[in-house]
């Protein structure tokens, strides 16, 4: 599917909204060091071609752009046509004229529009689909030779507090539940060498692991955010209840508070990368 319409994927747990849009960004700018970090070590091509699969809000087209410079190309593709047009939209206005957007579902088993490219890179893109292995097959058939896969993914079981809270109890659990009632992989991060190898890629060339931790005071926004962002799938998967959820969300405020630098870990962000020999 290149650049025709496409609409919200079946499945999807998080919101489309504009809060979910501007949660998406920060949680993006949380990422950014570890990020930079992966495609500094792997290095990237000045004039290089790139494809950010899943560019969301394009933060990391934009880390792309600054690397292959005003010579290269920076392709995002997303099933959310509007989040992307958007996010180049901005880009662009920002100095970027390197970016473009593609709408594309790529869960289609169709090869990746203006494919090939020097650098393949995907973002907690494989967390959300069913169909991760033929989609990663996929993405690898998009890399030149000489080229490089980026992947980084999460693995959630270290979402918590110490000393534990119920509160990021229940919510932690209640965000496991939800993602994996819609065919999620809450440890894509932590499989994806086992992925690599059931896409036929082989094993990584290396891996990169990230954490965050934060006072509560500061993390818990973030965490309520996506908190909310995943309540319907999982009120519709009967995960939890809406007055229970709202009893969780008002505990995690009082705690937020009487707790405040209450340590609070992240997901761990996993990343693994492989270079596709030359001809």
């Known amino acids: 599917m290149g650049s025709t319409e496409v609409g919200p994927r079946a499945g999807y747990a998080l919101g489309r909204s504009t809060h979910e849009h501007e949660r998406l960004r920060a949680q993006a700018r949380v990422w950014e060091v570890p990020t930079q970090r992966l495609l500094d070590r792997v290095g990237l091509p000045l004039g290089g071609r790139c494809l950010d699969a899943g560019c969301g809000p394009g933060e990391t087209m934009r880390l792309l752009a600054a690397r292959?410079?005003?010579?290269?190309?920076?392709?995002?593709?997303?099933?959310?046509?509007?989040?992307?047009?958007l996010a180049v939209a901005s880009l662009q206005r920002a100095g970027h004229p390197q970016c473009r957007f593609v709408p594309h579902d790529l869960t289609a088993d169709v090869p990746l529009p203006q494919a090939p490219f020097d650098v393949v890179y995907a973002r907690l893109l494989l967390f959300h689909l069913p169909e991760r292995v033929a989609v990663l097959a996929r993405l690898w058939d998009a890399v030149l030779p000489g080229g490089c896969l980026i992947v980084q993914d999460y693995?959630?079981?270290?979402?918590?507090?110490?000393?534990?809270?119920?509160?990021?109890?229940?919510?932690?659990?209640?965000?496991?539940?939800?993602?994996?009632?819609?065919?999620?992989?809450?440890?894509?991060?932590?499989?994806?060498?086992?992925?690599?190898?059931?896409?036929?890629?082989?094993?990584?060339?290396g891996t990169d692991v990230a954490g965050r931790l934060d006072p509560l005071r500061l993390g818990s926004g973030m965490l309520g955010g996506t908190f909310r962002s995943v309540l319907p799938a999982a009120l519709a998967h009967g995960v939890t209840t809406a007055d229970d959820a709202a009893a969780t969300l008002d505990a995690l405020d009082r705690d937020a508070v009487r707790c405040p630098d209450r340590p609070l870990l992240w997901p761990l962000l996993v990343g693994a990368w492989k270079r596709k020999p030359r001809i």
Request: hydrophobic fraction near 50%.
């Open 68 to 85: 292959v410079g005003p010579a290269g190309v920076v392709v995002g593709v997303d099933v959310d046509a509007d989040l992307g047009a």
């Open 155 to 205: 693995d959630l079981r270290t979402i918590g507090v110490v000393p534990s809270l119920p509160s990021v109890t229940e919510l932690s659990r209640v965000l496991t539940g939800a993602f994996g009632a819609v065919g999620c992989d809450v440890l894509a991060g932590a499989r994806l060498p086992e992925l690599f190898a059931d896409a036929g890629i082989g094993a990584p060339d």
